[in-house]
């Protein structure tokens, strides 16, 4: 099992930039691929960039790249998206999550069983 909670989010103005925060429990999450999805109102929630458990491959939306770096430190069995040059459509509930499987490259949220409670992250124009 893997509990995950993500912080750092809030208001910031078009430009900017947040570091988003997810702190996990449990021994396995060092063996499992994680992401960060986004939920927008009304809209799906999408995965913005996924890193392999390793650390040594990520993956990328295309309204992101250039802009978003997701890591990952396994010893603090943390995860991180640090988000710059921030825009409005930025504006979403972004949510941490990791993969069922160990040892599992996946980009489908569905292949995602564990997630966090969900972070606001508003960029003002």
């Known amino acids: 099992q893997v509990q995950l909670v993500e912080s750092g989010g809030g208001l910031v103005q078009a430009g900017g930039s947040l570091r988003l925060s997810c702190a996990a429990s449990?021994?396995?999450?060092?063996?499992?691929?994680m992401g960060w999805f986004r939920q927008a109102p009304g809209k799906e929630r999408d995965l913005v960039a996924a890193i392999i458990w390793s650390g040594g491959y990520t993956y990328y939306a295309d309204s992101v790249k250039g802009r978003f770096t997701i890591s990952r430190d396994n010893a603090k069995n943390t995860g991180y998206l640090q988000m710059n040059s921030l825009k409005p459509e930025d504006t979403a509930i972004y949510y941490c999550a990791a993969v069922k499987y160990d040892r599992t490259w996946s980009v489908r949220s569905a292949e995602y069983d564990y997630w966090g409670q969900g972070t606001q992250v508003t960029v003002s124009s």
């Open positions: 449990g021994r396995t999450f060092s063996t499992k691929t």
